[in-house]
């Protein structure tokens, strides 16, 4: 009898504590796609620019508190993967909805990485695959496991037709060798803005809160 008491009221306290948890749980926004390019193609002023330009944008909305780092990639002596750079997870968009539990659910499960999740920083729906223009294009630089491509826009320091980067698409419709995926649908036709903007884009990258 005394073995049952106790086990009931280890399954309270778990109970207990797995309320208190969710809870104290941060669901404020911790991922959105940028509204607005950097302006200049793939040309973000390498990391460094782009990690800026998502700070300046959570900032707008009033999220601040937060490390924000842009899902991008670089190769070469210094390259990163952009998994590593985007901390465990969970991420929740600007309406608090689960976006990804963690690494390894937003690199391989994402179930919860559609259009309607995938929200800019103001809370609204990018345009993608059958909306006028389409701009499902995303700069990731990356492979679908979040490793660096070969594909960075020479480390997002150029806006040359020459080159390309690796594009996701958000909205997991449309062309390439993997249309539906977020990270790595294809790669662009170049560099510059007119190039990405020809491809289905329009500069765009993903922002995650550390």
């Not at 300046?56 to 009033?62: H, I, T």
């Not at 899902?71 to 901390?87: E, F, V």
């Not at 993608?128 to 294009?137: E, F, Y």
């Not at 995926?181 to 036709?189: G, T």
Request: proline share 2%; aromatic share 8%; glycine share 14%.
């Amino acid at each position: 009898m005394k073995l049952k008491l106790l086990t009931a009221a280890g399954i309270l306290a778990l109970s207990s504590m797995s309320a208190t948890a969710q809870e104290d749980m941060d669901t404020s926004m911790g991922f959105f796609i940028t509204s607005v390019g950097g302006g200049d193609g793939a040309n973000l002023g390498g990391l460094v620019g782009a990690d800026a330009h998502c700070e300046s944008l959570a900032s707008s909305v009033g999220s601040n508190g937060k490390t924000w780092r842009a899902y991008l990639s670089t190769n070469g002596i210094n390259g990163i993967d952009a998994r590593d750079r985007i901390g465990q997870g969970p991420w929740y968009n600007s309406d608090e909805q689960l976006v990804a539990r963690n690494l390894a659910d937003l690199h391989y499960s994402n179930v919860n990485f559609t259009k309607q999740t995938a929200l800019n920083e103001q809370g609204n729906i990018v345009n993608g695959a059958g909306d006028t223009p389409n701009q499902h294009d995303i700069l990731t630089g990356s492979n679908p496991d979040g490793t660096a491509s070969e594909n960075t826009c020479n480390n997002w320091m150029t806006n040359s037709e020459d080159g390309s980067a690796n594009v996701g698409h958000f909205d997991r419709r449309g062309g390439g060798a993997i249309p539906e995926s977020w990270n790595a649908a294809h790669p662009s036709r170049g560099c510059g803005q007119d190039n990405l903007i020809a491809t289905g884009g329009n500069g765009y990258f993903f922002c995650f809160a550390q």
